[in-house]
């Protein structure tokens, strides 16, 4: 055998070997988590107006409503947890927003453990609130702020965006400034 033959017999065993392996992975990443393994199992539920959700161990939760606001809740490993997530109007707003804002949508996350109500997830839980896509089609001549009721006053969380990924639970705003 000549030697050119050689290398192409050997890149050839090469090629294939790179497809099986490749082809090997994309079916791991579309395989489903099957019962008994670590990874948290997902539930996705369309919930209305202030629905108290019993959260489930090591699952994680995307709680959507009816105008496509969304939150999502990280894997919780504790058990008896609990969650309630609430629209607000600017009249049920604890207090008014700041002078320069004008009111656009507004949440209310509340997550209790033991029936005492959760201020700040573990370090590592995030929770995500998305609110509505139907406020990216607009054509703005303003711009779009998240505030968060905190100590009592309004905090600007997140400047620019339709969501936020915190580990504080409690009352969204968005705002136009």
């Known amino acids: 055998m000549t030697l050119i033959k050689i290398k192409k017999i050997i890149l050839i065993t090469v090629y294939w070997l790179l497809i099986t392996v490749l082809c090997l992975a994309a ?15 997902r539930q996705v ?13 090591n699952t994680n939760y995307r709680l959507i409503m009816p105008d496509g606001d ?3 809740l990280p894997a919780m490993i504790n058990s008896n ?5 609430q629209k607000e109007t600017a009249k049920t707003l604890p ?10 949508d507004a949440i209310f996350v509340g997550v209790f453990q033991n029936d005492d109500m959760l201020t700040r997830l573990n370090t590592l839980d995030k ?7 139907e406020y990216r089609l ?5 711009t779009l702020s998240i505030y968060h009721w905190e100590n009592n006053r ?3 969380v997140m400047a620019n965006s339709l969501d936020i990924h915190t580990n504080a639970p409690g009352l969204y705003v968005l705002v136009e400034r």
């Open 81 to 85: 947890v609990k969650v309630v997530v």
């Open 95 to 104: 207090s008014p927003l700041p002078e320069e804002t004008q009111f656009v």
């Open 27 to 41: 079916v791991d990443m579309v395989t489903p988590v099957k019962a008994g393994s670590l990874a948290p199992a």
């Open 70 to 72: 969304e939150v999502n």
């Open 45 to 57: 539920i369309s919930i209305t107006n202030g629905n108290i959700i019993d959260l489930a161990a």
């Open 138 to 142: 607009v054509d703005l001549d303003y």
């Open 154 to 156: 309004w905090v600007e």
């Open 127 to 133: 929770l995500t609130i998305y609110f509505s896509e």
